[in-house]
T-cell receptor
Framework: AQRVTQPEKLLSVFKGAPVELKCNYS??????LFWYVQYSRQRLQLLLR??SRESIKGFTADLNKGETSFHLKKPFAQEEDSAMYYC??????????FGTGTRLTVIP | GAVVSQHPSRVICKSGTSVKIECRSL??????MFWYRQFPKQSLMLMAT?????????EQGVEKDKFLINHASLTLSTLTVTSAHPEDSSFYIC????????????FGEGSWLTVV
């Protein structure tokens, strides 16, 4: 069965500091992983996906199949990055399975 | 970009009554939509996959007779919570992939259900 684990429920960093939100997954098939972000009082929105190998809002995430991880990183956190971040695993049927989320707070 | 809209955003109903939540894809067609449930400070849990023109696929542990899903058109899926009880109070979110398999999944703004 698939599983997505985000070990940190809360993460606080100072503005300008590096940030890493951890995500580990378990899936027997070929994984397709995403990071979704939910800003205060807004809907979930896609931040990035591993297949695109893109950098969005300064965030990057690399899929490490050996460690079954997809950690989200940003070298210099900004106040506007404060939000709830969800790591998600997509199965072949377009289903998304979410981790429990990490609430990031960037301290001014 | 693609938009998924839910209605109502908030609803309060009496215990024992039924309540319907709509999920619409506003500028694209969705043969598949997904319904999630989110308890406070917890993650989204997939409840069911709504399939246009056929029966919904429910996740293990989700009562299909309690959570009725209808996907009558390519732009509308509805979730009806029947004989609601206070423990059904939750945040319900739908999503839909734009463009079919392998494409971006967009989320609705969610619907808060409170059963009193």
């Amino acid at each position: 069965a698939q599983r997505v684990t985000q070990p940190e429920k809360l993460l606080s960093v100072f503005k300008g500091a590096p940030v890493e939100l951890k995500c580990n997954y378990s899936y027997s098939g070929s994984p397709e992983l995403f990071w979704y972000v939910q800003y205060s009082r807004q809907r979930l929105q896609l931040l990035l996906r591993h297949i695109s190998r893109e950098s969005i809002k300064g965030f990057t995430a690399d899929l490490n199949k050996g460690e079954t991880s997809f950690h989200l990183k940003k070298p210099f956190a900004q106040e506007e990055d404060s939000a709830m971040y969800y790591c998600a695993l997509k199965t072949g049927a377009n289903n998304l399975f979410f981790g429990t989320g990490t609430r990031l707070t960037v301290i001014p | 970009g693609a938009v998924v809209s839910q209605h109502p955003s908030r609803v309060i109903c009496k215990s024992g009554t039924s309540v319907k939540i709509e999920c619409r894809s506003l500028d694209f067609q969705a043969t598949t939509m997904f319904w999630y449930r989110q308890f406070p400070k917890q993650s989204l849990m997939l409840m069911a996959t709504s399939n246009e023109g056929s029966k919904a696929t429910y996740e293990q542990g989700v009562e299909k007779d309690k959570f009725l899903i209808n996907h009558a058109s390519l732009t509308l899926s509805t979730l009806t919570v029947t004989s609601a009880h206070p423990e059904d109070s939750s945040f319900y979110i739908c999503s839909a992939p734009a463009g079919g398999m392998g494409n971006t999944i967009y989320f609705g703004e969610g619907s808060w259900l409170t059963v009193v």
